[in-house]
């Protein structure tokens, strides 16, 4: 058998033994995905962040109301100094934050599924006060982006079963 061949041989075998364990792609059709896009209400955002978050959650699941979920969350943000000069002056900082989520059944108010994600990213500091803010800025939309989609991949395990 040429080696071409094997490889097609070594494809297909794993495609077929992935299809026998029960493995179903999220974005597939009838996906762990499908069972989230449109069935989600998200709370109304009252801060910043929390708009940062529900626009990107609203962008991956669509928008819903009224839904058979509801989903309700409060993000958290911080900072810490990480880069110092022989002078002491900061030259990066570490932006670190956490979203605490609860997901409910809209109609019975039972919880489906609750949690937190937490990440973090970086920026720097210049010398430049306006560079250091638009940093700053970005790092924190940077931040909410990223725990918006860590909570979208957290949903997307839940059991469809569990899912009204």
Known sequence: MS???RRHFL???GALMAGACGFTPVYAPNGAASKLEGRVHITAPKTKNKYLVTRRLETRL???DPAPMTLSFSVS???TSLG????GSTTRKH???TLNYTLKNAETGSTIDKGKVTNFTGYSLTSNTAATL???RAASERLMVILADQLIDRL???DPALLP
Do not use: V, Y
Not at 84 to 87: C, N
């Open 3 to 5: 080696l071409s061949n």
């Open 62 to 64: 669509g928008r819903s």
């Open 95 to 97: 932006r670190t934050g």
């Open 77 to 79: 943000e911080g900072a």
């Open 11 to 13: 494809l297909a075998g």
């Open 156 to 158: 997307h395990l839940i």
């Open 84 to 87: 110092t000069t022989a002078t």
């Open 134 to 136: 638009a940093s700053e």
